[in-house]
């Protein structure tokens, strides 16, 4: 542009850089637009999956319901002990939901994955801390869940560029609600579950005692958009006190185990030998009565196809208490105690008071024949002292 002004005279050089300098600028504003520039510029959220530690499993998103544009990206953070999935469309047939997975990045850092709407995008099992991304290519409203937390779902709404969309700070509110409703529910549902517990007393005296594996609630709608619930990952009641003899029934909700591991053995051991799966720990039941040289586990109760055993019990015959867990959450502090106390010895009571013998009981006798003899006397007495006053009043 300086050697061709240098040939056309001053007025015209002026005009010509002024217009190619408007030129440039008509240019960049154009690139800037059609680059994203700040007006559409695309938008990185960040959300949670799960809530809670140790125990207590809040099987939700933080938060479920999510307006984003075209362009934007939705990172996904599990934030529980209780892993998750994120899951847009369905998984293969075949394929295992925990482990297929459509990102490549190693964890936690997954990685990002692009979404029109159509296909399957899934984290596969995602633990505390993982974080995957979806870039959402198409507007529309797409659902996604956890593959192995039915009721777990939400939402994400993707508008056209340029329409309104939620910005982190509304996200982060809705996160807030839910993990507020979720965590709220912890002691109402302990309460309500230890409520449950009863006891059959049987013919011998002994009990059956149902109890659980576990508490939840059902799936519902969340403060924050989308559906879930809560789950305690604990024996209810950790603790059950029983008579020698009494039998203990657990009742499952969702997928444990109850183990009981013998003398010199760990869970780790266990584990080990089925290949490094709590899931593929074999049931074992030795015997109906509890001996703590055996290992007795359940295995992992409804964890198959319909008809999968839902419950486990056993008897203890002898005194002690006897530690126990579940294979699957016992890392995350899931375990119990039943504790059995001795007979004691009963006071006499008429019933089982010794066999005096008698005529009145077939074989010759019985533990009631005494108070009949009692009530033969007495009459007979009566019969003697009537007869003597009948004597005297004729001798009058």
Known sequence: ???????????????????????LLALAITLGVGSGGNASAATSFTVGAGVGSGTIAGNVYAPGDITVNVGDTVTWTVQSDEPHTVTFGQVPTGEDPTEFSTFTGAPPNLGTNTYDG???????LAFNGFSAGVNFTAPGDYGFGCEIHPGMNGTVHVKPAGETAETQAQLDAKATQTKNAILAQVDPLTAATVADVTSDTRSDGTKLWHIFTNAITDPAGQPGGGTGYLELLR???????????????????????VTFVAAGQTPDDLIGAAGGSPFAVPPSKPSENYDPA???????????????????TLTFPTAGTYNYLCLIHGPFGQTGAITVA?????????????????????????????????????????????AGLASRRLRK
């Not at 159509?118 to 596969?124: K, L, N, P």
């Not at 603790?239 to 997928?255: C, H, P, R, Y």
């Not at 055996?294 to 419950?311: E, F, I, K, R, V």
């Open 342 to 386: 001795a007979k004691t010895a009963a006071s006499p009571t008429p019933g089982s008071l010794p066999n005096t013998g008698g005529p009145l009981e077939d074989g010759g006798g019985g533990s009631a024949s005494w108070v009949l003899w009692i009530a033969l006397g007495i009459a007979a007495l009566a019969v003697a002292g009537g």
């Open 118 to 124: 159509t296909g399957v995008v899934s984290t596969g």
């Open 294 to 312: 055996q290992t007795y586990n359940s295995g992992a109760l409804l964890a198959g196809p319909p008809g999968t055993p839902d419950s486990f």
């Open 1 to 23: 542009m300086r050697t061709l002004s240098r040939y056309l005279p001053k007025s015209t050089g002026a005009i010509l850089r002024s217009t190619i300098g408007l030129g």
């Open 235 to 257: 024996f209810m009641p950790p603790t059950l006190q029983i008579g020698a003899g009494d039998t203990v029934e657990w009742k499952a909700t969702s997928v444990h185990t």
